[in-house]
């Protein structure tokens, strides 16, 4: 099977109150309820439920992450959607690599 | 023609008036600014929610769920979102007549109930031939996003024990400042839109490709899912429903502060007239007195 795989995965986050994150990125990781998921382009299509703990992805020059707690996602070859709410308590904190 | 003091007193009631509708016209620019940018950030989320959810139950090997289950439609209720306040131009009344409406098509050919919120739809149908299952009036702007989760339970639970066979929802939803949008959706049970070209194989999957995996597995994903899109559905329509409220008020008292200054322009006119007049005919009495003196 000789399929291009895509270089990049559009990832977008989105909480009910924000659009947390919308841009390409090359790996995610994501916390599954059974441990951390590492996904990269060109993944299988996949419905995870989430639980609670960090979601890190990583540009080419940067590596951010923000805490989420509980949520699902859609991974495709070529994106990943994650319907999630940022943690209460690291509400304050800004995550690392952002702006 | 009126006397002088009843003018004045008529351009000072609208003074007056004109104060409060500015006075609220102002409050509402507040709410509606907050609500608006809560409903703008909260959009992507309502929006792209649904396609997730299309993707998944189609994606699914057909789980079965109560609440994806079809039914003939013998028994429905329709939730009906108004304002608890007046003084909102056309904003309950549009909607009202879309729900009167609606009933009467509906109620031909099954037993409609109708969950009213706000007090302006209590006033409408809390009569006889309306059969009302509940009534919420007192500040439905309040009610917090448990409260709402709390009813969308109550609803589903309705659809899953079989006491109504589908559930609509008739709301406002913010379009723009000049004017809501009425929206009437299909609440339960859960339809999920096929693309049209889909709809030949209508067994086959969205996406080309092989079918997905799940994790922890399709069914506990889609038992969790399916009603977190009724509470996001819920929580949804009072948000857009509070942001028009907000809008149409905010137009209304805009168009009564200045038809408030138009009426104090006539009447100011007419007043400057009648006291012209007035002087003018003082004048002409002293001028006949002054030459009928002189003549003597």
């Known amino acids: 099977m000789s399929k291009d795989l895509p270089a990049t995965l559009k990832l977008k986050v989105i909480s009910p109150t924000d659009l947390l994150v919308d841009e390409e990125v090359l790996e995610v990781s994501l916390p599954s309820l059974e441990g951390y998921l590492g996904i990269f382009p060109g993944h299988r299509p996949l419905f995870v439920a989430l639980g609670r703990g960090l979601l890190a992805y990583k540009r080419s020059d940067k590596h951010s992450e923000l805490s989420i707690q509980g949520g699902y996602a859609e991974v495709l070859p070529d994106h990943v959607l994650v319907f999630t709410e940022r943690a209460k308590d690291e509400k304050s904190q800004p995550t690392e690599g952002q702006g | ?296």
């Open chain 2, 1 to 296: 023609m009126p006397a002088l003091i009843d003018l004045r007193r008529r351009i000072k009631s609208v003074k007056n008036t004109q104060q409060i509708t500015q006075a609220m016209k102002t409050v509402s620019t507040a709410k509606f600014k907050k609500a608006q940018r809560e409903v703008l950030q909260a959009r992507p989320y309502w929006k792209t929610f649904p396609d997730f959810l299309r993707d998944a139950v189609s994606l699914s090997v057909r789980v079965p769920h109560p609440l994806l289950e079809k039914r003939a439609e013998e028994k429905a209720l329709l939730v009906i979102i108004t304002s608890d306040k007046g003084l909102c131009g056309a904003f309950n009344s549009n909607l009202l007549a879309a729900a009167q409406e609606f009933y009467e098509e509906k109620s031909k050919v099954c037993e409609l109930k109708l969950i009213l919120f706000g007090k302006k739809a209590h006033q409408q149908f809390n009569r006889s031939p309306y059969k009302v299952e509940r009534t919420y009036t007192d500040q439905i702007q309040k009610l917090l996003e448990e409260d709402l989760n709390d009813l969308s339970r109550f609803l589903m639970q309705q659809y899953i024990f079989c006491r109504t066979d589908a559930i609509y929802v008739l709301s406002n939803e913010f379009k723009s400042i000049l004017a809501p949008r009425i929206v009437l959706l299909k609440l339960l049970p859960i339809e999920i839109a096929h693309d049209r070209e889909d709809q030949k194989n209508d067994e086959m999957p969205v996406t080309a490709g092989p079918l997905p995996d799940w994790e922890p597995g399709a069914s506990p994903i889609l038992h969790t899912l399916l009603p977190k899109y009724v509470e996001m559905q819920f929580v949804h329509f009072f948000a857009e429903s509070i942001a028009a409220e907000h809008a149409a008020r905010m137009m209304a008292m805009d168009n009564a502060t200045k038809n408030a200054e138009d009426l104090i322009d006539d009447l100011t006119l007419v007043l400057n007239k009648i006291r012209q007049a007035s002087i003018t005919k003082e004048l002409l009495e002293i001028m006949t007195a002054v030459e009928a003196l002189a003549k003597k």
